[in-house]
């Protein structure tokens, strides 16, 4: 277990929290519904804060692993879920194996965030349920985004996992074996 591998692991986790932050700020007046709008505003403030906790423990690691996709606003809400509810689920996924393993300092600054990070899921997996669900044009759009947002993810989560086997919170293999949602078959 090495303090330099807590670090990136610390920074790479609190980069793609800090630009979840940006995208779910830029949507929280922008979702189809008054509670789709309230919730993202809850999600970025949680989200930056995270994100803050993390940094607290990245040191000066400058950020390794991003996603490009959320360099950029999605254009529209399908977008948005497919690609940001894709990214979510992965970091949800990450922040249970940091509190669950045997890093004490990522153990102690995730505790709080796991919980929090049950409510994302939440929201996500029920707008999973209702967009592959719509009119044809709208879920195809959904899944697009998330079959593009699947290989990134999936490629990001392998990258952390020999970071997390260096910190002592995941074993070989952990992280890079998370399930990310079907898409094709809701």
């Known amino acids: 277990m090495t ?5 990136r692991l610390a920074a790479a986790v609190a980069a793609i ?3 979840l932050a940006s995208v779910y700020t830029v949507w929280s007046l922008r979702g189809p519904t008054l509670e789709a709008c309230t919730a993202l505003t809850a999600m970025a403030q949680e989200e930056a804060g995270h994100a803050r906790a993390l940094l607290a423990v990245s040191g000066d690691q ?11 606003v999605p254009d529209d809400w399908p977008e ?4 940001a509810g894709t990214a979510e689920l992965a970091v949800s996924a990450v922040v249970h194996a940091l ?3 045997q890093n004490p300092g990522l153990a102690s600054r995730t505790a709080k965030m796991a ?23 709208v879920a195809e759009r959904f899944r ?13 989560l392998k990258a952390l996992d020999e970071l997390a086997v260096e910190a002592g919170v ?12 079907e898409v094709d078959n809701p």
């Not at 948005?80 to 690609?83: E, K």
């Not at 079959?147 to 990001?156: F, I, L, M, S």
């Open 17 to 19: 929290k800090d630009e």
């Open 115 to 137: 919980v929090e990070e049950s409510f994302h899921e939440d929201l996500f997996r029920g707008w999973f349920r209702i967009l592959s669900g719509d009119a044809p044009a």
């Open 144 to 156: 697009d985004a998330a079959r593009a947002a699947r290989a990134e993810v999936g490629d990001w």
């Open 170 to 181: 995941a074993a070989p293999g952990e992280l890079a074996s998370i399930a990310l949602p």
């Open 99 to 101: 509190r669950a393993g």
């Open 80 to 83: 948005l879920v497919g690609t």
């Open 62 to 72: 400058p950020p390794e692993h991003r996603l490009a996709f959320l360099e950029h």
């Open 3 to 7: 303090r330099a591998a807590e670090e």
